[in-house]
């Protein structure tokens, strides 16, 4: 399909064919992996009634109409299930504010598993803390055994927990370490919105879930995040310093106004707010978020067995328990040269099927991983299985356009890249 759609939002399917061939008879996928899925005709709609009305910003001076960025909060923590949730201006911005309202302070050391993206650390650097990688394992999820090193190690009091490209780990067994650690768990959840770990939803195990509403993730806003919390303490701290003023009590799921009163005046305003257009657009989506998770899903049960049967592609390992939300697709490349997987990965593209290496030795794009990150000290770096993990580890996003046709094709361009890489390695 030529032009992507978003499942449930009523768009018509558009083009002829989902794949094509190009002039020596190798498939093509006609279709942009890369374009982000379009906002349904309900937000664009709920957008131009707000811009007509004028009323961008969250807060107002007058008690007239309830404001998207409130109702969208209230809506975020009934689905969730948390008793509070705050918008704000980015996902990396309801990880600063996670860490600052959890209490980090300058230098305080913070864990952080070594698979995933920039933003992660930076929010750490942001709250004044000092990361400190946890190797990872086969799973792409965070090893159990050096958390509990590097903890000790440390001696970190906190946790911000990546769900890096949605994997999820045994969320039983990281818990139970780290309320035997006394280890304060932040969880970074941009890419598991509506994911869970036996039928629990990621966002609810730790202190505070953060989530991003970036362009390419489950909801967009182009840019957003939002923060949940039963924590009354943690919440008052992160509404007041995301720029609420002395006007949190426009916000619908809040603390009660007391827990305010201990902190408003010892609380800097950092102006993260999100905006009442961004909440708009958000909205109509969030209904759609089940269904859109449910589409992923079949994406990911179509393409997963297609790619692993692929010579020297493997499918990382899923567990019954995870109910993981796959906007994109992960798989390793074995016993291939870096130049080789460089080369796959070229050919792969040029036939439309855009994979991302994490390999790569200079950071491309959304890609990179913790080398790249220099002012990280170097005492952070010793994640020896993430590195050689990581060194064959490809990328894939899944728009919502894609159909099982789509995925067939996709399927054939990495089998037929695969097969003319390995046809020159042999020449």
Known sequence: MVQPHSAGDGAALQGDMPGDKDQSGRAVLRGDLAAPDPIPQAGVDAAVALLQDGRLFRYGESAAGLPEAAVLEEEFARYVGRKCCLGVNSGGCALYLALKAAGVELGDPVLVNAFTLAPVPGAIDHAGGRAVLVDINERLVVDLDDLDRKAAASGARFFLLSYMRGH?????????????????????????????????????????????????????????????????????????????????????????????????????????????????????????????????????????????????????????????????????????????????????????????????????????????????????????????????????????????????????????AMAATTAVARL
């Open 168 to 416: 999820i780990p045994d969320m039983t067994a990281v818990m139970a370490l780290c309320n035997r650690r006394g280890i304060c768990v932040i969880e970074d959840c941009a890419h598991t919105m509506g994911a869970s770990w036996d039928g629990q939803l990621t966002g609810t195990f730790g202190a505070v879930g953060c989530y991003s509403t970036q362009t390419f993730k489950h909801i967009n806003s182009g840019e957003g995040g939002l923060l949940v919390t039963n924590d009354d303490d943690i919440a008052a701290k992160a509404i007041l310093r995301s720029g609420s003023y002395m006007l949190y009590a426009q916000h619908r799921a809040r603390p009660p106004r007391a827990a305010f009163d201990h902190h408003r005046g010892a609380t800097p305003n950092n102006s993260m707010r999100m905006s009442g257009l961004a909440a708009a657009i958000l909205r109509p989506q969030l209904a759609l978020l089940d269904a859109r998770n449910r589409r992923w899903q079949h994406q990911y049960s179509v393409l997963a067995p297609l790619i692993d049967a692929i010579p020297h592609l493997r499918m990382p390992i899923r567990p019954a328990k995870e109910g993981f939300v796959p906007s994109s697709l992960q798989f390793f490349v074995d016993s291939l040269s870096p130049e080789r997987i460089q080369r796959f990965a070229a050919d792969a593209g040029a036939h439309g099927a855009l994979v991302k290496w994490f390999g790569v030795s200079d950071p491309v794009g959304f890609t990179s991983r913790h080398v790249h990150w220099e002012y990280l000290t170097s005492s952070s770096a010793a994640v020896p299985t993430a590195d050689r993990i990581l060194a064959r580890l490809c990328d894939l996003r899944l728009p919502l356009w894609l159909e099982d046709s789509d995925c067939a094709t996709l399927a054939t361009v990495l089998r037929e």
